[in-house]
């Protein structure tokens, strides 16, 4: 795996897994704006959209998540030199309530007139405004334990964790080393 320097200034990164011809982040955009595979995951999860988010309109589901798409890569993207994105990111376990080592993070939209965003990003915190992103999910479910995609990017969460950890990185400073060393 490698890390792609979003922000270009060192704050925001985002892993590109071995064998993927762009980083986490990127592919992520790319998937929740494209119909095609938007229209079948709506339809294999109908069950989870229609009983936690009353959504039973496919095309609706769609129209949402692109608009939400748009709104949080304006979010991520934008980003200026003097954002905090640690106003973004909140931890991915909503007891945690202190910081943790290599904590594990969560982007979502905030509340809005007409349902919740299902969309998440997720992130291993590196230091107080320094992120990982390691993936996201389309999640339709209380818990990420209960779907299978979304059990995917508790997975991949803990495999960069397991890397950094591997490479001595608890920190920002210990990444910078290791990218320095590469």
């Not at 897994?17 to 229209?39: H, I, K, M, P």
Request: proline share 1%; net charge negative; glycine share 4%.
């Amino acid at each position: 795996m490698t890390f792609d320097d979003i922000t270009e200034d060192g704050r925001l990164w985002a892993v590109r897994y071995d064998g993927d011809s762009d980083n986490a982040l990127y592919n992520l955009f790319e998937q929740w704006n494209d119909v095609t595979w938007l229209r079948s995951f709506f339809k294999a999860n109908i069950e989870d959209l229609s009983s936690y988010f009353k959504i039973t309109d496919v095309n609706q589901a769609i129209k949402d998540t692109i608009e939400d798409s748009e709104r949080l890569q304006c979010i991520i993207m934008d980003i200026s030199p003097d954002a905090d994105l640690d106003a973004i990111f909140r931890p991915l376990e909503n007891y945690r309530s202190g910081d943790a080592t290599l904590g594990k993070e969560k982007a979502k939209l905030k509340q809005q007139m007409r349902h919740s965003s299902w969309l998440r990003i997720y992130a291993i915190k590196l230091a107080t405004g320094v992120y990982i992103i390691t993936g996201g999910a389309i999640k339709l479910t209380a818990t990420m334990q209960e779907r299978e995609h979304t059990q995917a990017e508790l997975v991949k969460l803990e495999q960069v964790r397991n890397f950094l950890l591997s490479e001595g990185i608890i920190d920002n400073d210990g990444f910078i080393d290791y990218l320095n060393a590469l």
